[in-house]
């Protein structure tokens, strides 16, 4: 006896519905792409913390003495790395991405102030990962909603 097997699809959904309006769809491309540049800078940086394929520019000063009491650690560094590489991963690939959005976030107030206060030479890419992380996390609002309730909530 010979069986036949009937497949329906749906159609696919797409993230560029013609249905939507041109400013919703321009923001779904760009939150599309803030989230795949901030997840490969974050990737890759994590990467290259562990298996230096790129050089690394010297610290002078504050910077550099903060940088060395973080090295002398002994933990910080590699914890921070691989945050990056799963936390950039997530985003790359689009998912938990208010998570890790969450996970950066002190890692990115941190490259700011460094680079604002002590290393100015970073700022301008300070600046930009702070945008994206800041639109990001506009565009995920709806997420961080319940975090942000006064009242709490009861079990």
């Given at each position: 006896?010979?069986k036949?097997?009937v ?17 919703e ?24 913390g ?33 945050t990056?590489i ?11 991405v ?21 290393a ?28 942000l309730?006064a ?5």
């Amino acid at each position: 006896m010979q069986k036949t097997l009937v497949v329906v699809l749906d159609q696919p959904t797409n993230a560029y519905e013609a249905s939507k309006p041109g400013r919703e769809r321009a923001l779904e491309v760009m939150t599309i792409g803030a989230r795949i540049v901030l997840g490969f800078i974050f990737f890759f940086s994590g990467l290259n913390g562990f298996f230096r394929f790129l050089a690394i520019p010297p610290m002078h000063g504050r910077a550099e003495t903060f940088i060395e009491g973080l090295i002398a650690s002994g933990y910080v560094f590699p914890l921070l790395f691989g945050t990056y590489i799963v936390a950039g991963g997530a985003l790359m690939i689009g998912r938990f991405v208010p998570l890790a959005l969450v996970l950066l976030a002190p890692a990115i107030v941190n490259i700011f102030a460094v680079h604002f206060l002590h290393a100015p030479d970073g700022l301008p890419v300070a600046i930009v990962v702070v945008a994206l992380e800041v639109f990001l996390a506009w565009r995920y609002r709806d997420a961080y909603a319940p975090l942000l309730r006064a009242g709490g909530s009861h079990l």
